[in-house]
């Protein structure tokens, strides 16, 4: 069972920065692709990015290309999302998500683990 904890979230204007941490406690995390997710309120839970462990490649949604980074330290089993130039529609909880083997990196129901989230504000 591999558990996930968030942390990094807050309150930020428009323009700003953020970086989200993910921790596992999983010894085996390198092995896992990894994924952050945002929601909000009232909507569908959508992919932000993902980390491929194999090939060390990273993907983006349209929405985040170019202003987001996603980042692993496989030594501190982290993974990261740099959020810069943020913008008042980037305001969702975000989760990272964990999986050994997604068919699909950009569709939430493939990833067997999730973190409880943690709030991210954009105020314009």
């Known amino acids: 069972q591999v558990q996930l904890v968030e942390s990094g979230g807050g309150l930020v204007q428009a323009g700003g920065s953020l970086r989200l941490s993910c921790a596992a406690s999983?010894?085996?995390?390198?092995?896992?692709?990894m994924g952050w997710f945002r929601q909000a309120p009232g909507k569908e839970r959508l992919f932000v990015a993902a980390?491929?462990?194999?090939?060390?490649?990273?993907y983006y949604g349209d929405s985040v290309q170019g202003r987001f980074t996603i980042s692993r330290d496989n030594a501190k089993n982290t993974v990261y999302l740099q959020m810069n130039s943020l913008k008042p529609e980037d305001t969702a909880v975000y989760y990272c998500?964990?999986?050994?083997?997604?068919?699909?990196?950009?569709?939430?129901?493939?990833?067997?683990?999730w973190g409880q989230g943690t709030q991210v504000t954009v105020s314009s």
């Open positions: 998500a964990a999986d050994l083997s997604p068919r699909n990196y950009r569709d939430p129901k493939e990833y067997d683990y």
């Open positions: 999983e010894r085996t995390f390198s092995y896992y692709h």
């Open positions: 980390t491929i462990w194999s090939r060390g490649t990273t």
